[in-house]
Nanobody, 114 residues
Framework: QVQLVESGGGWVQAGGSLRLSCAAS????????MGWYRQAPGKQREFVAV???????NYADSVKGRFTISRDNARNTVYLQMDSLKPEDTAVYYC????????WGKGTLVTVSS
């Protein structure tokens, strides 16, 4: 079992920055993919950024150049640095991990005001 806990969400004005954190615990050695998804009000959950098994990173087109995913393996933590935030980035952001099954955190709300 893997547990994921997100933190760092909040309210910010457009153009501002936030950094999200996702701390993994439990059977973390089995994790080979970690990343972030988001779900805006009235919309489906969508991919944001991920560390692929190779260690490379992938981003949704909508966040490329503005968001940066990073990790601290010693702390089993993945981060999402979000810069130049836009109102359309408003969503609940979910941490995701894949090992023998998929795991999700409970989410952290990011609100970007215009």
């Amino acid at each position: 079992q893997v547990q994921l806990v997100e933190s760092g969400g909040g309210w910010v004005q457009a153009g501002g920055s936030l950094r999200l954190s996702c701390a993994a615990s439990g059977s973390t050695v089995s994790i080979y993919v970690m990343g972030w998804y988001r779900q805006a009000p009235g919309k489906q959950r969508e991919f944001v950024a991920v560390f692929a098994p190779s260690g490379t990173t992938n981003y949704a087109d909508s966040v490329k150049g503005r968001f940066t995913i990073s990790r601290d393996n010693a702390r089993n933590t993945v981060y999402l640095q979000m810069d130049s935030l836009k109102p359309e980035d408003t969503a609940v952001y979910y941490c995701y991990a894949k090992s023998t099954m998929d795991y999700w955190g409970k989410g952290t709300l990011v609100t970007v005001s215009s």
